[in-house]
């Protein structure tokens, strides 16, 4: 019983970073029908940003995470620039084979500049951990934790209390409707993916001082937004969220009793009973046929 | 016109190991050929009927563990008293083990996506690649995980007036590869040619109007999806018994990619396509070696290039080159294909 309560304090904190995860990729999907294969490098990114602030440069903690949130959205909007802006109105299997190729690009680059070796981060935070009966968390795994929720909620009031939000829900109902009222879609458009891929840079930053940061970090980071979002829906914000605290209940479970090889594997099963049962995902509202 | 240039190609492929005594570049050409038949699949789908798999890679490796296990024998535990085991197998049999089983998958993985298209496709498929290379790596019992299978007996076949032929060494493995490859491509021409081709590409084209006039959407998909997995699988089973080796690498995502760039760059949805882009993207690889090009700048080269390729020359090289030499008579069929290809890129 310790032990459960144990994995669910574990997926409770894995699963904020999981869900800003899948937030950022369903946002750029539901709203541009890009499926971003550089998601999982965003993350990787934003990981090896905080060690080369914190560890390289000796800059504080947070103004280093700070620092790698922003250095993510700018990331984003310049590879929305540049990329995929050129390909306004062309099918989805168009971006995606370009998006595919800068992925590659990507990590091959973090390698290159990195080296294969594993990096770790250190952390201000205490090194007890901290002690509630028969549960222990890391204090950086309650500051992971307490971040990740913050920017959970600040996404939530972005799109659904500010100017920019409302033109991105516009946009995401009826693209063209959107376009008649004024809305710039392709400020919008880089607006969307910048966000997004600051939310994945946030993750990889918040994460990797909790693991190790290494260069394919990024395969298994898209891999896990990819199944988040099926679970809630391609294009749901709420289903990201929830899936994203699913699929770390589902792996910390799995892990714990049934076998850790197969921890990364957990996602594909969700994916299948999904795919199964309820193809749209838990919370599309309407058929999508991406 | 077109007979006297297949024939001199086919002439010319099938004389390589006469004059190049380079056993290097022999090796460097089987793997690229393995690869090309894997491209060829890859474009039944990304091609003709407008999925793409990025799982390729998958059906690939699980050819080749399949083929192996069949022909090394295997002996693992499902419960801690029950034993299923199979005694070595002859590894032409163990090769058609490894096409079904591969076929059997693409089925499975094709009946599950296939309830909603475009993007979940691409996603489970990525996903199914990363799983079975997680079995590979920790069902130690069965594959020996990142030990790897060693040892895989290689191919004998016994021909009417020749005697048995045993595929050890570069020279028999080429004439392997290069008869399976042409096999893959005349299979290829025949199915795009057929009612179920002209379906595939119907609904590649406008899905709702090749359903209103009675096409089985899902069924054709299915199908193509095993076919292509099967042809992958084939790959694979190639691949072990010529290398004789298989690990867990060998469901790397960057083999897929390096399918997806030859077909892209070649040109999808033609049956040349892969074959060009096939070869320049194996030999690609020793040019840059000749540079002294560290792997990674390699890999660089291949993301930039892919996404290039996806800007300038939407359609490929064959289609350009089509378009390029004007006047070449027949197969306007293939030709209007590529055309409506070209036009929904750029649409």
């Given at each position: 019983m310790d032990q459960l309560l144990q994995h669910v304090v574990n997926a409770l904190i894995l699963g904020g970073t999981y869900a800003l995860l899948g937030i950022g990729l369903t946002l750029i999907f539901g709203i541009m029908r890009v499926v971003n294969f550089t998601h999982g490098?965003?993350?990787?990114?934003?990981?090896?940003?905080?060690?080369a602030w914190v560890m390289l440069?000796?800059?504080?903690?947070?103004?280093?995470?700070?620092?790698?949130?922003?250095?993510?959205?700018?990331?984003?909007?310049?590879?929305?620039?540049?990329?995929?802006?050129?390909?306004?109105?062309?099918?989805?299997?168009?971006?995606?084979?370009?998006?595919?190729?800068?992925?590659?690009?990507?990590?091959?680059t973090e390698q290159l500049v990195w080296s294969g070796v594993a990096k770790s981060i250190n952390t201000p935070f205490p090194a007890d951990p901290l002690v509630l009966g028969p549960v222990s968390v890391s204090w950086t795994r309650?500051?992971?934790?307490?971040?990740?929720?913050?920017?959970?909620?600040?996404?939530?009031?972005?799109?659904q209390k500010t100017k920019l939000g409302k033109a991105m829900r516009a946009t995401f109902q009826d693209r063209e409707a959107a376009a008649l009222m004024g809305i710039q879609i392709d400020r919008i458009y880089t607006a969307t993916f910048a966000i997004g891929s600051g939310l994945a840079a946030a993750a990889g930053a918040l994460l990797g001082p909790v693991f190790v940061v290494y260069p394919t970090i990024g395969d298994l980071a898209s891999l896990k937004a990819f199944a988040i979002v099926i679970l809630g829906g391609l294009g749901s914000i709420p289903g990201a969220t929830v899936g994203g605290f699913i699929l770390a209940f589902v792996e910390e479970i799995g892990a714990g009793y049934i076998s850790s090889g197969y921890r990364d594997a957990m996602g594909f099963?969700?994916?299948?009973?999904?795919?199964?049962?309820?193809?749209?995902?838990?919370?599309?509202?309407?058929?999508?046929?991406? | 016109m077109r007979w006297v240039l297949a024939i001199a190609w086919l002439i010319f492929l099938f004389s390589i190991p006469l004059w190049l005594?380079?056993?290097?570049?022999?090796h460097i050409l089987i793997i690229t050929g393995i690869f090309i038949i894997a491209a060829m699949s890859l474009n039944l789908l990304?091609?003709?009927?407008?999925?793409?798999?990025?799982?390729?890679?998958?059906?690939?490796?699980?050819?080749?563990y399949a083929s192996s296990l069949t022909s090394l024998g295997f002996s693992f535990h499902i419960l801690p008293n029950t034993v299923v085991s199979l005694e070595p197998k002859p590894v032409w049999f163990a090769m058609l083990m490894g096409v079904l089983f591969a076929s059997l998958c693409g089925w499975l993985i094709g009946k599950i996506s296939f309830k909603v298209r475009g993007?979940?496709?691409?996603?489970?498929?990525?996903?199914?690649?990363?799983?079975?290379?997680?079995?590979?790596?920790?069902?130690?019992?069965?594959?020996?995980?990142?030990?790897?299978?060693?040892?895989?007996?290689?191919?004998?076949?016994?021909?009417?007036?020749?005697?048995?032929?045993?595929?050890?060494?570069?020279?028999?493995?080429?004439?392997?590869?290069?008869?399976?490859a042409i096999l893959t491509y005349v299979i290829i021409q025949r199915l795009v040619y057929s009612r179920v081709g002209r379906a595939m590409i119907a609904l590649r084209e406008n899905e709702p109007l090749a359903t209103s006039v009675g096409v089985d959407v899902t069924r054709v998909l299915v199908f193509a999806t095993m076919l292509s997995a099967g042809l992958a699988g084939l790959a694979g089973a190639i691949y072990a018994q010529y290398v004789r080796i298989v690990d867990p690498d060998i469901f790397l995502f960057i083999y897929t990619v390096t399918m997806v760039i030859m077909v892209v760059t070649g040109g999808k949805g033609t049956l040349a396509g892969p074959v060009v882009g096939g070869l320049i993207f194996g030999i690609l690889p020793e040019v840059l070696r000749g540079f002294e090009v560290m792997p990674e700048v390699q890999w660089i080269v291949y993301g930039v290039l892919m996404i290039l390729i996806v800007y300038f020359l939407p359609a490929g090289i064959v289609p350009a080159m089509r378009a390029w030499l004007p006047g070449q008579a027949g197969h306007r069929k293939e030709r209007d294909d590529e055309s409506r290809a070209a036009a929904e890129m750029r649409s």
């Open positions: 490098e965003l993350y990787a990114f934003g990981a090896y940003m905080m060690y440069l000796g800059v504080n903690f947070i103004a280093s995470l700070v620092i790698a949130v922003v250095l993510g959205i700018v990331l984003g909007a310049i590879i929305e620039w540049v990329l995929l802006r050129p390909l306004r109105g062309a099918d989805i299997d168009t971006t995606m084979l370009v998006m595919i190729g800068a992925w590659i690009a990507m990590q091959n309650v500051f992971v934790f307490v971040v990740a929720i913050l920017l959970i909620i600040a996404t939530y009031a972005l799109i099963l969700l994916i299948i009973l999904i795919l199964i049962f309820r193809p749209t995902g838990l919370f599309a509202q309407k058929e999508r046929i991406g | 005594d380079n056993l290097y570049f022999l990304l091609g003709y009927t407008g999925q793409l798999s990025l799982g390729q890679v998958a059906f690939f490796g699980i050819g080749a993007a979940y496709f691409v996603i489970v498929t990525v996903s199914f690649a990363e799983v079975v290379r997680l079995v590979a790596l920790n069902w130690l019992e069965l594959t020996q995980g990142p030990m790897a299978l060693n040892n895989i007996p290689y191919l004998r076949l016994g021909f009417p007036g020749l005697g048995e032929i045993a595929f050890i060494g570069k020279v028999p493995n080429y004439y392997l590869v290069l008869v399976v």
